[in-house]
């Protein structure tokens, strides 16, 4: 069982911001990655689209013998998790906007988050915002448009700097002290965020959380893969290799990456 893969699906590119985080902690698992792009952006699409899409991922990955599910997708967590726990006998892993540090750590009290519509309207997101923001404005903001953009390896464009501009805007005049990014695809706008937020801001994401606690679990489980050998890595997606191939470039090891009509 320990050499059996760890399953990572997100709705695109995004995910490989996980990926990356998990390999790092553990280079010896065994790992494949779905890029569900041909279907980006899930955070426009109704809650009952989100779990079917996440549904398909979810089999596509134990039908490759996976061990454990990694949701690298906010918007997927947030609106399929509790349904693909109660029906799929396999632990999952999933990743949600890290409101509880950013609320803990903010001295303005003031906190931003950065997320798709999918995530901010689900009821997930409500209860853990309620449950950890004791005292603490969060000012939620809609990342609408990024997802495409950074889908389409223009995470560094003029677009995207007109469009984050656009949303910052607001978070900065409410005095937040610490941005919450809430999706994976958006670790990849880090250059941009860091040109246009004042130096005092953290920005916060849950990647290497996620990959601890992947870790915890598999430790757990005794299914954790002991090898000293590096894993073998394969990348699946229903669009573009190329694109996917740009997300991957600086990574040291052996990568595959396919196509597949999922
Ligand atoms: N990476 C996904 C997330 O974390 C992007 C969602 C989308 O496709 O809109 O939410």
Same mark, same amino acid.
């Given at each position: 069982?320990?050499?059996?893969?760890?399953?990572?699906?997100?709705?695109?590119?995004?995910?490989?911001?996980?990926?990356?985080?998990?390999?790092?902690?553990?280079?010896?698992?065994?790992?494949?990655?779905?890029?569900?792009?041909?279907?980006?952006?899930?955070?426009?699409?109704?809650?009952?689209?989100? &779990?079917? @899409?996440?549904? !398909?991922?979810? #089999?596509?990955? %134990?039908?490759?013998?996976?061990?454990?599910? =990694?949701?690298? *997708?906010?918007?997927?967590?947030?609106?399929?998790?509790?349904?693909?726990?109660?029906?799929?006998?396999?632990?999952?892993?999933?990743?949600?906007?890290?409101?509880?540090?950013?609320?803990?750590?903010?001295?303005?009290?003031?906190?931003?988050?950065?997320?798709?519509?999918?995530?901010?309207?689900?009821?997930?997101?409500?209860?853990?915002?309620?449950?950890?923001?004791?005292?603490?404005?969060?000012?939620?903001?809609?990342?609408?448009?990024?997802?495409?953009?950074?889908?389409?390896?223009?995470?560094?464009?003029?677009?995207? &700097?007109? @469009?984050?501009? !656009?949303?910052? #805007?607001?978070? %900065?005049?409410?005095?937040?002290?610490?941005? =919450?990014?809430? *999706?994976?695809?958006?670790?990849?706008?880090?250059?941009?965020?860091?040109?246009?937020?004042?130096?005092?801001?953290?920005?916060?994401?849950?990647?290497?959380?996620?990959?601890?606690?992947?870790?915890?679990?598999?430790?757990?489980?005794?299914?954790?893969?002991?090898?000293?050998?590096?894993?073998?890595?394969?990348?699946?997606?229903?669009?573009?290799?190329?694109?996917?191939?740009?997300?991957?470039?600086?990574?040291?090891?052996?990568?595959?990456?396919?196509?597949?009509?999922?």
């Amino acid at each position: 069982m320990s050499d059996h893969p760890i399953g990572i699906f997100d709705s695109g590119v995004g995910g490989t911001s996980i990926w990356k985080e998990i390999h790092r902690l553990m280079p010896s698992e065994n790992t494949i990655y779905l890029a569900d792009s041909k279907y980006a952006p899930y955070g426009e699409k109704s809650e009952e689209h989100i &779990r079917q @899409l996440s549904i !398909k991922n979810t #089999e596509f990955l %134990l039908d490759r013998a996976c061990k454990l599910i =990694v949701v690298a *997708c906010n918007t997927a967590t947030t609106n399929a998790i509790d349904h693909l726990r109660k029906n799929y006998d396999v632990p999952f892993i999933g990743i949600e906007p890290a409101i509880k540090p950013a609320a803990l750590q903010s001295r303005s009290k003031t906190v931003g988050v950065l997320a798709t519509k999918g995530t901010l309207g689900s009821s997930l997101f409500h209860s853990t915002s309620e449950n950890h923001a004791h005292g603490i404005k969060v000012i939620e903001q809609e990342g609408t448009g990024l997802v495409p953009l950074i889908e389409a390896g223009k995470a560094g464009s003029s677009e995207a &700097r007109t @469009l984050l501009k !656009k949303y910052l #805007e607001p978070m %900065l005049e409410s005095g937040m002290d610490h941005l =919450v990014l809430g *999706c994976t695809h958006y670790p990849y706008l880090m250059p941009l965020l860091n040109e246009l937020l004042p130096g005092h801001i953290r920005v916060i994401d849950s990647g290497e959380a996620v990959a601890r606690q992947t870790r915890a679990v598999l430790e757990r489980n005794g299914s954790l893969n002991r090898s000293t050998e590096s894993g073998k890595s394969v990348f699946y997606t229903n669009t573009h290799v190329s694109a996917l191939k740009g997300f991957l470039t600086e990574v040291d090891s052996t990568v595959v990456i396919s196509h597949w009509d999922f």
